[in-house]
């Protein structure tokens, strides 16, 4: 199980990226995905969770009218789209999954901790 995520950058305050998060070992339509971000100084938070068979993603509230997660089957590859950029956003961008055939996905979903298979990250800085 591999994970590789990218698209990260430099990008003013009020502008768009798009982060990609290539799978490898599996297909993303049978695990369920999660982005997850860590500022400098402060706690890894599950930003968003893509559910497995379904696609059905949530986001945390602070960027659930900003961001957009898709999903490519062909491409095997998971996607946050985010737009209207903050400061604040600023981060290394993770996407993970895990061993999930005990949970539903909803329940995956809650549970940070049992993401265990992790991308290297991606930097996203928003600044003038």
């Known amino acids: 199980v591999q994970l590789q995520a990218s698209g990260g950058g430099l990008v003013q305050p009020g502008g768009s990226l798009r982060l990609s998060c290539a799978a490898s070992?599996?297909?993303?339509?049978?695990?369920?995905i999660g982005w997850f971000r860590q500022a400098p100084g402060k706690e890894r938070e599950m930003v968003s969770c893509?559910?497995?068979?379904?696609?059905?993603?949530s986001l945390t509230g602070s960027v659930k009218d900003r961001f957009t997660v898709s999903r490519d089957d062909v491409k095997n590859t998971v996607y946050l789209q985010m737009n209207s950029l903050k400061p604040e956003d600023t981060a290394i961008y993770y996407c993970?999954?895990?061993?999930?055939?005990?949970?539903?996905?909803?329940?995956?979903?809650?549970?940070?901790?049992?993401?265990?298979?992790w991308g290297q990250g991606t930097q996203v800085t928003v600044s003038s």
């Open positions: 993970a999954t895990g061993d999930q055939k005990a949970y539903t996905s909803d329940y995956f979903c809650t549970s940070p901790h049992l993401f265990t298979y």
């Open positions: 070992g599996f297909t993303v339509g049978d695990y369920v």
């Open positions: 893509t559910r497995r068979s379904s696609g059905r993603s």
